[in-house]
T-cell receptor
Framework: NAGVTQTPKFQVLKTGQSMTLQCAQDMNHEYMSWYRQDPGMGLRLIHYSVGAGITDQGEVPNGYNVSRSTTEDFPLRLLSAAPSQTSVYFC????????????FGQGTRLTVV | QQQVKQSPQSLIVQKGGISIINCAYENTAFDYFPWYQQFPGKGPALLIAIRPDVSEKKEGRFTISFNKSAKQFSLHIMDSQPGDSATYFCAASLTGNQFYFGTGTSLTVIP
């Protein structure tokens, strides 16, 4: 049971570099989302999608782009990395619109220097 | 505006004791209230959840108490064990909408 798979697990970027965090799920969930986790701030929603071709902004979208070309994949792109984007990133998926249990990936720890 | 407020930020409990974590929410339209457990280096995983039509839900040593009029809900861990040491997040959602998470509680159970 793969569930939600995130790659890479760790990444170090230099300020100004761009990169894509990958997320894939094999549960045929319509709803996928990206969160960042910072100490004392919980999980904050970056972007989400309710289906292929549909994306929307969450609480902290600035500096990030997403796309949803398939049900399975929901990549998160950092356009020009900044030290403030140092964080742990989690991808999650769930059924929609009933949105009961959200399944999370293992996370990507990103450091921007 | 923080949709879900969680306290305490950290909690230390003796083995066998009761751990209690509290959350309060703003939006009375929320219809699903889960608790997630997260171990270091792992993603959060659903622990237990409740809907607002019941006041309590129990699964093993874990119980959610829900007070609709006060807009509060809490997680009780009975007979706390060292293996329960983790970070706990409460959350709230509205059908067809996003999850709003609390800021998390780091629980340490001392042997």
């Amino acid at each position: 049971n793969a569930g939600v798979t995130q790659t890479p697990k760790f990444q170090v970027l230099k300020t100004g570099q761009s990169m894509t965090l990958q997320c894939a799920q094999d549960m045929n969930h319509e709803y996928m989302s990206w969160y960042r986790q910072d100490p004392g701030m919980g999980l904050r929603l970056i972007h989400y999608s309710v289906g292929a071709g549909i994306t929307d902004q969450g609480e902290v979208p600035n500096g990030y782009n997403v796309s949803r070309s398939t049900t399975e994949d929901f990549p998160l792109r950092l356009l020009s990395a900044a030290p403030s984007q140092t964080s742990v990133y989690f991808c999650a998926s769930s059924y929609y619109p009933s949105n009961t249990e959200a399944f999370f990936g293992q996370g990507t720890r990103l450091t921007v220097v | 505006q923080q949709q879900v407020k969680q306290s305490p930020q950290s909690l230390i409990v003796q083995k066998g004791g009761i751990s209690i974590i509290n959350c309060a929410y703003e939006n009375t339209a929320f219809d699903y209230f889960p608790w997630y457990q997260q171990f270091p280096g792992k993603g959060p995983a659903l622990l237990i959840a409740i809907r607002p039509d019941v006041s309590e839900k129990k699964e093993g040593r874990f119980t959610i108490s829900f007070n609709k009029s006060a807009k509060q809900f809490s997680l009780h861990i009975m007979d706390s064990q060292p293996g329960d040491s983790a970070t706990y997040f409460c959350a709230a959602s509205l059908t067809g909408n996003q999850f709003y998470f609390g800021t998390g509680t780091s629980l340490t159970v001392i042997p």
